[in-house]
């Protein structure tokens, strides 16, 4: 069937690829974006074997091998610099273990697919009210025009407006107690493994993001607190790596009043049972925010915009019936990969440094063991 229309709010990695999924089997999309710029927030992302074969589906897994660093492993240290464990993964038959980039370069990627698809993307654009019925979704802009669509996909990140539509205040960020520092590096050629130092208090990691980049993550345990004024940034990063040798005390020598660092809040979004309300439906972040420790955050959202449009496809295009089948496949794996992401946060952060150890010795055949459940089909 075709002559259906979707409506996508934000123009993220989940929104991008809801417009790429759904454009490939013929509806018509429009991606709204209330930026007024086509740009992207933040530094870099890891693509697991899961996600790059949700690139794959989405036919830009070659540009992104391309462009991004292909995974050798981890090297894990004490805080003192002394190695604790070697992570050398082997490659899945399909794809790499892991594919590493800076989130701009997929960004032009993934914007670039959607229009070559037929995507239309409104920049400045908003949404001012919605409402529906059991045939379509009328949707007032923010320019006060109004238009209808057989259904909406909400995939505005963490801090969804249309979430707090659909299911109130309930359903918030959840704070984890821990925040995460992101700082572009460039790369010494000699740096061929993610290197992960684990303090008592703090680890600090760099991950190959292409030949000539890198970037720095850090987490910390703190409560949640109000962002800080740019120009202390430098110096409480500075402070936070202190004692850290090698590659992290180069990194922390280069720290200026002017270095672009990122920093926030660990959360995440957890909602029960359900991402939608009749046909609205959210994607990514706004259903699902997840922790860093695994990588998956950009996956899952890929995964969404694809089983979406799967389902809209077997059920010729009855958006109820899809979107229920959506559910069933989707709420089981996105739990499924927020329990082993703050599983690893915790024992990453244990004060107990032999219970540290261990565990850092056995991560490699976790993460093993969690790629070949999340090889299963989404």
């Known amino acids: 069937m075709t002559g259906r229309s979707a409506l996508v709010s934000g123009a993220g990695i989940a ?3 809801a417009a790429i999924a759904l454009g490939e089997i013929g509806w018509d999309v429009t991606v709204i974006e209330i930026k007024t710029e086509n740009t992207t927030v933040g530094v870099g992302l890891n693509h697991p074997a899961n996600a790059l074969r949700a690139l794959k589906a989405l036919g830009v897994y070659d540009q992104v091998v391309e462009r991004g660093y292909v995974y050798r492993g981890i090297k894990r240290y004490t805080q003192a610099g002394d190695l604790i464990a070697t ?13 590493s980039m800076t989130r701009a370069d997929l960004h032009e990627i993934l914007t670039d697919r959607a229009v070559e698809v037929g995507a239309r993307i409104e920049l400045g654009q908003t949404w001012a009210a919605i409402e529906q019925n059991d045939a379509a979704v009328t949707v007032t802009l923010g320019d006060g025009s109004t238009r209808t669509y057989d259904l909406v996909i909400g995939a505005e990140g963490i801090r969804s407006p249309l979430r707090r539509v659909l299911f109130g205040n309930a359903y918030e960020p959840r704070s984890t107690g821990y925040v995460c520092w992101r700082m572009p590096v460039r790369r010494p050629a000699d740096v061929t493994h993610s290197l992960y130092y684990n303090g008592e208090q703090v680890k600090a ?3 190959n993001l292409n030949a000539e980049s890198m970037y720095l993550l850090v987490v910390q345990q703190a409560p949640p607190a109000a962002a800080l004024d740019r120009t202390r940034l430098a110096d409480e990063l500075s402070g936070l790596l202190a004692g850290f040798p090698g590659i992290i005390s180069d990194i922390r020598a280069s720290i200026t009043p002017q270095t672009d660092i990122h920093r926030g809040p660990l959360e995440v979004v957890e909602l029960p ?23 998956q955050g950009a996956g899952m959202a890929m995964e969404d915009a694809i089983v979406l449009a799967d389902e809209l496809r077997r059920h010729e295009d009855d958006v109820p019936k899809a979107l229920a089948a959506f559910m069933r496949r989707r709420l089981p794996r996105v739990r499924y990969v927020q329990e082993e992401a703050h599983a690893i946060l915790l024992n990453e952060m244990e004060a107990d440094a032999a219970k540290k ?9 976790r993460q093993e063991r969690i790629t070949r459940r999340l090889a299963e089909p989404a």
């Open 15 to 17: 929104g991008l690829a």
């Open 273 to 295: 049972t359900t991402w939608n309300d009749g046909r609205i439906v959210l994607v990514g972040d706004a259903a699902h925010a997840v922790i860093p420790h695994l990588a």
């Open 357 to 365: 150890a261990i565990f850092a010795a056995g991560l490699g055949a």
């Open 205 to 207: 990691t760099v991950i």
């Open 87 to 99: 992570f050398e993964p082997a490659n899945p038959d399909d794809v790499p273990f892991q594919i």
